[in-house]
């Protein structure tokens, strides 16, 4: 059975089919002709896959996210951090990366980071002597924290998919994401430096006092919303549906710059793009209870084991699979599909599995900046016209960093469990 499922799954894949129907064509193909299981549990599987109350979640991030994203949210952050930092050199870069982490805690979303700070950072950068090409690399991969730093939507699905607290997920990639960041503002300052890029003048207290207080409404969000979680309040799901009211409001009633003309344009994008998650993970568990079911991870986990002598080789092993993989397959549906795999393996090496979710969340955030299926590189040629393969070349400095960053986030589990173990176990 194992060969025939990775036949037919590598053949529909080269033939082009999206991996959600590669994914039931596979598990039905697999009860026909492998199994006595009528096939009518398919749907049965497609349902249950869906109804998990935590699930709701996704679409309200989604939904906060494209709000925001429209509205001038993301304008006012720019403004308050650029007004503390901006006089630094490279100021207003690190300005960008800091209105990308604060976002980031907001939206949830990768894509809408970019398109939020970017569509405002970039033109400025440009204006600013930054050149083209560092402008382009920097906010791209700056957006990509919008997966690391929570609330984050690959990690709601991660944690459905290997029944792992979101709580303990999301204060897990609290430190990573700012280490990433910190990597990529002390780049910065140093490519400023060896180029003399102008320094912003320095802002007075009473501009950073007046940003401060026009952001505030903003700036208030990220702490309602992992606050709440964190002191348990309100769940992970509830603190998506708070998200979502609080963004409306604030873009509404206290900013308004953003009319009620906006609301179905914004609630058709997000449900498209919330449905097409969902069609993928409910396909995706489907297979998951074929695998289960066959035991195939326990097969895997004996093979690995007999060949892998120690976990920190399977885990770099694991990283480049899923460097490899991000090349060719969306990596949220890689993730979905190979995780459940490891799952024995990961407990016959007792890795913990909240750390090896940061590691497969930081896989995602690499599968997005590397062509031919990169997201946030359509992402960043769609809002600024310029084409992948220029906004490819601008980003290839920063990957160095990004491998960097995976592999001390991989080797030194402390970085990513410290939050985790303190406060949540």
């Not at 720019?78 to 630094?88: I, Q, R, S, T």
Request: charged residues 10%; hydrophobic residues 60%; aromatic residues 10%.
């Amino acid at each position: 059975m194992i060969a025939a499922i990775c036949i037919s799954f590598a053949g529909l894949l080269l033939a082009g089919m999206p991996i959600a129907v590669i994914l039931v064509i596979t598990t039905a193909m697999a009860l026909v002709f492998f199994t006595s299981t009528p096939l009518h549990i398919i749907p049965q599987q497609l349902f249950n896959a869906l109804d998990k109350f935590v699930l709701l979640a996704v679409p309200f991030f989604i939904l906060a996210g494209a709000i925001m994203t429209r509205g001038s949210i993301a304008k006012r952050l720019v403004a308050f951090v650029n007004a503390l930092v901006g006089w630094f050199p490279g100021g207003l870069a690190m300005a960008g990366i800091l209105a990308c982490i604060f976002f980031a805690a907001i939206s949830g979303s990768s894509p809408a980071t970019v398109v939020a700070i970017g569509s405002v950072m970039i033109p400025a950068l440009i204006k600013g002597g930054y050149g083209e090409r560092f402008s382009l690399g920097l906010i791209t991969v700056s957006g990509s924290l919008g997966i690391v730093i929570p609330p984050s939507i690959p990690m709601i699905l991660y944690c459905l998919v290997m029944n792992v607290s979101v709580a303990e997920m999301f204060m897990a990639g609290v430190l990573p994401g700012l280490l990433i960041g910190g990597c990529l503002m002390a780049h910065t300052y140093v490519v400023a430096k060896k180029h003399d890029w102008r320094i912003e003048t320095r802002a007075s207290l009473s501009e950073v006092v007046r940003t401060a207080k026009e952001g505030s409404w903003a700036l208030f969000l990220p702490f309602l919303v992992l606050g709440g979680i964190y002191s348990g309040i309100f769940t992970p799901t509830e603190a998506a549906a708070v998200s979502v009211v609080y963004a409306l409001a604030v873009e509404m009633f206290i900013y308004r710059e953003f009319g009620f003309r906006e609301i179905t344009p914004i609630c058709r994008e997000a449900a498209v793009l919330s449905a097409c998650l969902l069609f993928i993970l409910s396909c995706a568990m489907t297979f998951i209870w074929l695998l289960t079911a066959e035991q195939i991870p326990q097969q895997l986990a004996d093979v690995i084991i007999r060949h892998i002598s120690n976990p920190w080789m399977f885990l770099l092993t694991v990283n480049i699979l899923f460097l490899i993989l991000g090349c060719f397959v969306d990596d949220v549906s890689a993730m979905l599909i190979l995780a459940p795999l490891f799952l024995e393996t990961l407990n016959r090496y007792q890795i913990d599995l909240v750390h090896f979710g940061v590691v497969m969340v930081l896989n995602i955030q690499l599968g997005m900046l590397t062509p031919p299926f990169g997201l946030n590189l359509f992402v960043s040629s769609g809002i600024t016209g310029k084409p992948l393969m220029t906004i490819a070349r601008g980003v290839a400095p920063f990957l160095a960093i990004m491998l960097l960053c995976l592999l001390v986030i991989t080797y030194v589990p402390w970085i990513s469990l410290v939050l985790p173990d303190l406060f949540l176990r």
